[in-house]
């Protein structure tokens, strides 16, 4: 969909000229148009007979959903081998989801080949283009509109977080929970959010400010397509899709665009050329220095791993002589040690409240050094053995107590946090 | 400030044929705004960029450390003492803040007397530009290198992973949630690093400030709603990058609020009839958004009348007592009630189970459920409000159990941490 040609067409129109001029679209975007037209209003429908009346015009969205729920798993079934019972719930990427934007495609397809077969001595479709600009913008503004209601009014989309889930540990939070809790635990930062959504809704449906609109509206949701991909947020084909909306809505402006900010001759330092490629060239160069110290400092920091990474529980605990069972009344008593990245471990005692240390290990000498962040003159030394590659054995003095702890190594813990991974395909959020 | 003003002193020339800056008059009010914008700007960026050859380069940290101390103590009576780098929002960073203000305020009185018949800045005000640009780059460069090898927020180590939400503050939920997607940190890094590399070009720089300050209102969303520590350094990048987009507002104003497309209808009663309909849709949507919004609302912030965590102090499996170790597996460790409906039993190792809870509190019952074919009815009663006994017929087995309630979500950090304008050390738990 070249930019240029759709420019030609639309933004020529000076504003006091009602009647659209008569211009030629090249071929290529004619078709293109069509296309559009056809897949925007397949998915769009019914808005926004939803929002009107919904005793009467909810007619038309239970049509429509029956519909697709009957044509999708014949499909599903006819021409992939799926059986598809599971239907849009709060998940919006589930397998008739899928298979539903593929029938959508290749219905509008078929609608532009027919399309584009009869009406093909038209040259430009400017006015048909301005009315679906116009349904898009509002169907993406009430979307906008929706999403940001939910949050500005909290706690909705994201409630703050229950005492339940206080209480759970971030491993058995699935990613999508993970998001959840985030922005549940502030209302303030969701309702900043919120705002930001609520502000690109309103933008766009006010016909002067629909660029604006758009533009907020594709920074907005670029971030929200990200979260949703990378946190495993089953509303990856919905939100793309209204990010190709906003983008869809900013295409006959781009020439105008990249006028006002690109082509548009910046105010100038120097009279003389040789001074201005100079001082490119120092730009230039001050830039990419930058760029390369700011990664070479970035990569310095990178944190070793320990070589005895893993969960340690301790089996059994001799303080002073006496033997402390593992009693979770018990709050002096160590439950288990953590080792991860190599210059800290983590002592988690019997209420599973965690204190972390600096660590110095030596496994040759062995002697494991403990030192507190906070509290420079705090040492502790605890002799260090491995009798098997799964068990430890440690003795020492800390905070003036004789410890004596056999530890053995627990199993890999497989965390929903860290081990959900990527699904282009959920019949269900994975919301832990 | 006026935004109108910068514009007709340095108009970003509408002809090409004339690339250098214009020398018109300034207002006074703008000459004097510049000059302390000038004097704030390169007092608070200073020393870059020789910052970055060396830390603390020229002894420029060092003699701001001298100062305020001297400041804090003579005028506030406040010791102040510098703490290891870590918080921007130290007593010692605010004071600072303060200082740079005061020294700025002072500079511009003087070179407003001396310098009193310059009738425009063009020149330096370009300079004033190129150096905030790079500046300001130069941050964004840092940031997003940091997110793009992610350096700035580790993956959660298993500690973490161990870890109760309750315990982490809010900043440290910050950093684990970043933490726990690398592909989205990338994602946030990118976006920095493209607002950086737009800076540093002339042409772009409008686009690459326009984009700062997308990228730095969420990062100081961030700082204010989430205690990070950096709450006065992120402030300044964005005020930077406003800075940067003032000569444009008035051609921002005229493309996006000014510009006027082509109406799609001819006849006025059809426009009106677009206004209407537009107006009545937006009132729809907000309206259907609120009243489900209110319904939600209501069943959040409803709590159950057992509410709390309760701690399981004593269980009696069919007659046999079973103390609180944490090797048995099959003891239950708390019992967490929240919202109405939902019970949550932690065992004494891994992963809590969710059940339905229906309480009938004149009975003395609850009942528990999980899917549609298990149900299990309890008695349960309260001596004390803090102490309940349950006993009962579960999963097979016989219950007695005595659950005394926890203080603990009295203390949780996540919900106890609040906002704090001066943090000494960053919070990051």
Request: net charge positive; aromatic share 14%; charged share 20%.
């Amino acid at each position: 969909m070249s930019a240029s040609s759709w420019d030609e067409t639309i933004d020529v129109a000076p504003p006091a000229v009602v009647t659209v001029p008569a211009v030629r679209w090249n071929p290529i975007t004619r078709v293109l148009f069509r296309f559009a037209f056809s897949y925007l209003i397949l998915y769009n429908f019914p808005f926004p007979l939803d929002y009107f009346w919904p005793k009467v015009f909810g007619v038309f969205g239970r049509f429509d959903e029956q519909m697709w729920r009957a044509i999708v798993p014949a499909v599903g079934k006819r021409f992939f081998g799926l059986t598809i019972t599971i239907f849009t719930n709060g998940s919006g990427d589930t397998t008739y989801d899928y298979v539903k934007a593929l029938c959508m495609l290749v219905v509008a397809v078929a609608v532009t080949l027919i399309w584009s077969i009869l009406d093909r001595r038209r040259l430009a479709y400017t006015r048909l283009h301005g009315w679906l600009h116009v349904y898009v913008r509002f169907a993406l503004g009430a979307a906008m509109i929706a999403y940001g209601a939910a949050k500005v009014i909290p706690p909705t989309q994201f409630p703050a977080p229950t005492i339940d889930r206080l209480t759970q540990p971030f491993g058995d939070a699935s990613p999508m929970g993970l998001v959840w809790t985030f922005m549940g635990a502030s209302a303030a930062y969701t309702f900043f959010t919120g705002v930001g959504e609520l502000l690109s809704g309103v933008l766009l449906m006010i016909r002067r400010t629909a660029l604006l609109g758009a533009l907020i509206g594709i920074a907005v949701l670029a971030n929200i397509v990200a979260l949703n991909f990378f946190y495993d947020v089953p509303v990856k084909l919905f939100s793309s899709h209204l990010l190709a909306m906003a983008v869809f809505l900013v295409l006959p402006d781009t020439r105008r665009l990249a006028q006002f900010f690109v082509l548009h001759p910046p105010s100038q330092l120097f009279q003389r050329k040789s001074r201005r490629i100079a001082g490119f060239v120092l730009g230039t160069a001050v830039a990419l220095f930058i760029i390369f110290s700011a990664f070479q400092q970035a990569t310095g920091i990178q944190i070793p791993r320990s070589p005895i990474r893993g969960i340690w529980n301790v089996d059994t605990l001799t303080v002073d002589g006496v033997d402390h069972p593992p009693l979770v009344t018990d709050g002096t008593r160590w439950r288990r040690l953590v080792f991860d990245y190599a210059q800290t471990v983590a002592f988690q005692n019997m209420f599973d409240s965690r204190t972390r240390y600096g660590l110095e290990l030596s496994e040759s000498n062995g002697m494991m050094h403990l030192k507190k962040r906070n509290d420079p003159k705090w040492s502790a030394t605890l002799f260090f053995k491995r009798p098997a590659p799964n068990e430890i054995v440690l003795d020492g003095s800390m905070d003036g107590h004789m410890y004596h702890a056999l530890l053995h190594k627990a199993n890999e813990q497989s965390f929903h946090l860290t081990t959900r991974g990527f699904h282009w395909i959920n019949e269900y959020p994975y919301n832990r | 400030m006026s935004a109108s003003s910068w514009d007709e002193a340095v108009p970003v020339s509408a002809s090409p044929a004339v690339p250098a800056v214009t020398a018109a008059r300034w207002k006074l009010a703008t000459r004097i705004a510049f000059r302390f914008a000038f004097s704030y700007l390169v007092l608070y960026n200073f020393p870059f960029p020789f910052d970055m050859i060396r830390d603390r380069a020229l002894g420029y940290e060092a003699m701001w450390e001298a100062i305020v101390k001297a400041v804090a103590k003579r005028f506030f009576g406040v010791t102040i003492v510098v703490a290891i780098p870590g918080s921007g929002d130290t007593t010692y960073d605010y004071y600072k803040v303060l200082c740079i203000f005061v020294v700025a305020c002072a500079a511009t009185l003087i070179w407003s007397i001396l310098d009193r018949r310059r009738v425009e800045y063009a020149r330096l005000y370009e300079w004033l530009r190129v150096y905030i640009r790079f500046s300001l780059a130069c941050t964004m460069f840092l940031y997003g290198t940091a997110k793009i090898i992610p350096a700035q927020f580790a993956a959660p180590g298993l500690d973490r992973l161990l870890q109760s939400f309750g315990d982490a503050s809010p900043m440290g939920l910050l950093w684990t949630f970043m933490g726990a997607s690398k592909g989205y940190t990338i994602f946030t890094g990118a976006s920095e690093m493209l607002g950086g590399l737009l800076l540093t070009f002339r042409r772009t720089t409008l686009l690459g400030a326009l984009i700062t300050i997308a990228v730095m209102s969420n990062v100081v969303a961030l700082n204010f709603f989430y205690d990070v520590p950096v709450k006065l350094f992120s402030a300044h990048l964005l005020a930077m990058a406003v800075f940067l987009v003032l000569p444009d507002a008035k051609r921002l104003a005229q493309t996006f609020f000014l510009y006027r497309p082509a109406p799609l209808v001819d006849r006025k009663w059809l426009r009106i009839a677009g206004i209407v309909l537009r107006t009545a849709l937006v009132l729809l949507v907000i309206m259907k958004g609120l009243q489900s919004s209110i319904e939600e609302r209501t069943y959040f912030e409803t709590r159950s009348s057992l509410r709390g965590i309760w701690n399981v102090d004593t269980l009696v499996i069919d007659g046999v007592n079973r103390p609180p170790l944490i090797s048995d597996d099959t003891r239950w460790r708390h019992v967490v009630i929240d919202r109405p409906g939902v019970i949550a039993i932690y065992p004494m190792v891994g992963r809590r189970t969710r059940y339905g809870l229906e309480v009938d509190e004149k009975k003395g019952t609850i009942q528990l459920t999980k899917g549609d074919e298990s149900k299990w009815t309890l008695t349960y009663h309260r001596p004390v409000p803090a102490t309940m006994v349950i006993d009962g017929s579960f999963d097979g087995r016989n219950i007695h159990a005595t659950l005394r309630k926890s203080d603990e979500d009295a203390s949780f950090r996540l919900t106890t941490r609040g906002f704090h304008w001066i943090n000494e050390l960053p919070f990051n738990r």
